[in-house]
Nanobody, 124 residues
Framework: QLQASGGGLVQAGASLRLSCAAS????????MGWFRQAPGKEREFVAA????????SYVDSVKGRFKISRDFAKNTVYLQMSSLKPEDTAVYYC???????????????????WGQGTLVTVSS
C-alpha cells in the first residue's frame, strides 16, 4: 500500500515536499515513481528512482526544480518541488513496482502499485 501526502495550495515560486509511505511490501525491492494528472489531461511521468536510489530520472519540464529521493529507514519516497509554476498544478500520484537493481521507468504501465494521489495547486 502506498500513501501519498504533502499536497496543498501554494503561490508560484514556492516549494512543497510530497511524501509517499509504503507499507505491506518490501520497500527496498521496488523502483518508485511520481506521476501527475491535470484536469482533462493524461497522467504523465514526473520522476522515478531505482531500488537502491542510485538512478533517478525526470521529465524535462521539472528538471532542475524537482528532486526525488527515498528513505529506507522510513519506507518513504519524497518529491521535493521548488520554483513551482501554475502548470505544475495536478493530482500527484506515487507508484511502485518490484524490479531489479538499477531499473527505472517512465511508463505508467510499468507500475503495479499506486497511491491515492495528493492535489497540488499552484496559483499565479
Amino acid at each position: 500500500q502506498l500513501q501519498a501526502s504533502g499536497g496543498g495550495l501554494v503561490q508560484a515560486g514556492a516549494s512543497l515536499r510530497l511524501s509517499c509511505a509504503a507499507s505491506g511490501r518490501t520497500f527496498g525491492t521496488m523502483y518508485m515513481g511520481w506521476f501527475r494528472q491535470a484536469p482533462g489531461k493524461e497522467r504523465e511521468f514526473v520522476a522515478a528512482i531505482s531500488r537502491r536510489g542510485k538512478r533517478v530520472s525526470y521529465v524535462d519540464s521539472v528538471k532542475g526544480r524537482f528532486k526525488i529521493s527515498r528513505d529506507f529507514a522510513k519506507n518513504t519516497v519524497y518529491l521535493q518541488m521548488s520554483s513551482l509554476k501554475p502548470e505544475d498544478t495536478a493530482v500527484y500520484y506515487c507508484a511502485g513496482h518490484d524490479g531489479i537493481d538499477g531499473e527505472i521507468y517512465d511508463q505508467k504501465e510499468r507500475y503495479d502499485y499506486w497511491g491515492q494521489g495528493t492535489l497540488v495547486t499552484v496559483s499565479s
